[in-house]
């Protein structure tokens, strides 16, 4: 791990899902508090639609939701940023540059946290990561491979 501070993730698994079965699909809600640093990753079968609606987060759209998902029998691993559109704060380019910043961070934080499905399931580690980047400015609206899980052990 570079840059991931393991003391600072706290890791919930909703009601639907356990840390040690594979079931798919398998979906990541990370959010931070910016005055602590501290990462919130819930893992579920579903999104955490009740920390991506709060007042703030709804604002500043600076959560990064994620799946592990099968798609016509291949296994795929996306993840979802939103860059621009809406209400939200910011102009495209800089959350863009932000997003594209934190993103390792993220995805360690997301391999950690989850890391007892990886170490049973070692081929999961091969998948793919797609980033998808959603914007209303079309020069940010795009889909990104950024290596495979592996990269973010």
């Known amino acids: 791990?570079?840059?991931?501070?393991?003391e600072k993730l706290h890791v919930t698994f909703l009601s639907d899902t356990v840390a040690d079965k594979l079931s798919l699909p398998r979906r990541y809600t990370l959010t931070h508090s910016d005055l602590t640093g501290e990462l919130f990753l819930f893992i579920g079968h579903d999104y955490d639609k009740g920390q991506i609606?709060?007042?703030?987060t709804r604002l500043m759209r600076d959560e990064v939701l994620a799946e592990i998902v099968s798609n016509k029998g291949d296994i795929e691993f996306n993840a979802y940023c939103?860059?621009?559109?809406?209400?939200?704060?910011?102009r495209a380019k800089w959350r863009y540059d932000i997003f594209r910043s934190e993103l390792p961070l993220v995805l360690e934080a997301i391999r950690y946290g989850d890391r007892t499905i990886f170490q049973q399931?070692?081929?999961l580690d091969q998948i793919p990561v797609n980033i998808h980047f959603h914007s209303s400015n079309l020069r940010f609206n795009k889909i990104e491979q950024w290596g495979t899980i592996a990269d973010y052990r």
């Open 53 to 56: 609606s709060k007042l703030y």
């Open 121 to 123: 399931n070692p081929d």
């Open 82 to 90: 939103h860059v621009s559109g809406g209400f939200v704060v910011g």
């Open 1 to 6: 791990m570079e840059r991931l501070n393991p």
